[in-house]
């Protein structure tokens, strides 16, 4: 079975972060464990990185562009989360958060070796998630916004 574009994106996020090997432009290598959704990770697995696509929206139905009702303008909004050991320094937190940018650097239309699946690709926010009980960095998230086009009601077809 075919996978939808949404999967498709989300698992060319994932492929690469998975990049970040500590070599070349990259200063860390938190692209030893990336997961789609992982959220409980074990002290020996960290840094650990989870791909969270949050939400789905058509953002425009294609009527204004003269394409009638046959394509709706995506917004996928995903969440680039990468969790942390309590010993790791602010410092390396941020090197990560680094990483992931030039990871994501290039891939702005997300090719799947077939065709570009996004229009764009847009950085919204990068924050620091708190341990609040303790005041330490517990992870960080990257935010960002994929834009694509599909066919209306069709998950799997530009």
Do not use: H
């Not at 058509?58 to 003269?66: A, Q, S, T, Y």
């Amino acid at each position: 079975m075919a996978d939808s574009i949404r999967q498709q994106l989300v698992d060319l996020v994932i492929a690469a972060v998975e990049d970040i090997d500590g070599t070349g432009s990259y200063q860390t290598s938190i692209g030893t464990t990336v997961t789609d959704w992982g959220l409980n990770f074990q002290e020996d697995e960290l840094p650990a990185v989870s791909v969270c696509d949050t939400s789905e929206t058509v953002i425009d139905d294609g009527k204004g562009e003269g394409y009638g009702e046959v394509f709706d303008l995506m917004r996928l909004d995903v969440q680039i989360r990468i969790q942390f050991r309590a010993s790791d320094r602010p410092g390396d937190c941020r090197l990560a958060i680094a990483d992931v940018l030039t990871a994501l650097r290039g891939n702005e239309r997300w090719n799947n070796g077939t065709t570009d699946l996004a229009l764009a690709t847009d950085f919204k926010s990068a924050q620091f998630i708190l341990d609040e009980e303790k005041f330490l960095i517990a992870a960080a998230a990257v935010d960002i916004q994929i834009f694509y086009r599909t066919r209306k009601f069709n998950a799997f077809s530009q």
